[in-house]
Antibody
């Protein structure tokens, strides 16, 4: 069974940093692109980052480019999201997701991030 | 590409045929998927590539469309279908629609 388990969320002050982790199991992690998607409270979904199988290629929307960094450790079947210079508008639930055929076909349960002073 | 979903809220009765709409600001070339999100849960993939049913999804769900206009149809609404439904395009960038909340009348 495919499982994605996020951790590392919490309350952080504006301008500070936070790193999310996602532990994957039930599939060959190194064979898949992976992504982060976020959802602000009572709002829609927003793609945040994608990383290639080897980690050599990363993609971001303009809203987080230069502040967020996605990375992976295939030996540990783990995905990460380093978030710097956090803003109040980054407050959201962050989902780790597996990408297959262009779509996110498996999702974790989400990690809550609150940016507030 | 921006996605516009309609309606934003839909109330229907059990057994009804329900149709949800998603319209793109540009041609999506059939790279369109649908997700179901129940309250407090992560999104679940229902349909990809416009009309391909994800493994394990009931056959009452179906997708159609082309160009800029796409549709998710539930042939016979069940109580467990209460959720918010998001469309998602992966033709040019990655964007989600704002969602349609589906309720039982």
């Amino acid at each position: 069974e495919v499982q994605l388990v996020e951790s590392g969320g919490g309350l952080v002050q504006p301008g500070r940093s936070l790193k999310l982790s996602c532990a994957a199991s039930g599939f060959t992690f190194s064979n898949y692109y992976m992504a982060w998607v976020r959802q602000a409270p009572k709002k829609g979904l927003e793609w945040v980052a994608t990383i290639s199988t080897s980690g050599s290629r990363t993609y971001y929307p303009d809203s987080v480019k230069g502040r967020f960094t996605i990375s992976r450790d295939n030996a540990k079947s783990s995905l990460y999201l380093q978030m710097n210079s956090l803003k109040s508008e980054d407050t959201a639930t962050y989902y780790c997701a597996r990408r297959a055929v262009g779509v996110m076909d498996a999702w974790g349960q989400g990690a809550s991030v609150t940016v507030s002073s | 590409i921006q996605l516009t979903q309609s309606p934003s809220l839909l109330s229907a009765s059990v057994g009804d045929r329900v149709t949800l709409s998603c319209k793109g600001s540009q041609n999506i070339n059939n790279y369109l998927a649908w997700y179901q999100q129940k309250l407090g849960e992560a999104p679940k993939l229902l349909i990809y590539n416009t009309n391909s049913l994800q493994t394990g999804i009931p056959s009452r769900f179906s997708g159609s469309g082309s160009g800029t206009d796409y549709t998710l149809t539930i042939s016979s609404l069940q109580p467990e279908d209460v959720a918010t439904y998001f469309c998602y395009q992966y033709n040019n960038g990655l964007t989600f629609g704002s969602g349609t909340k589906l309720e039982i009348k």
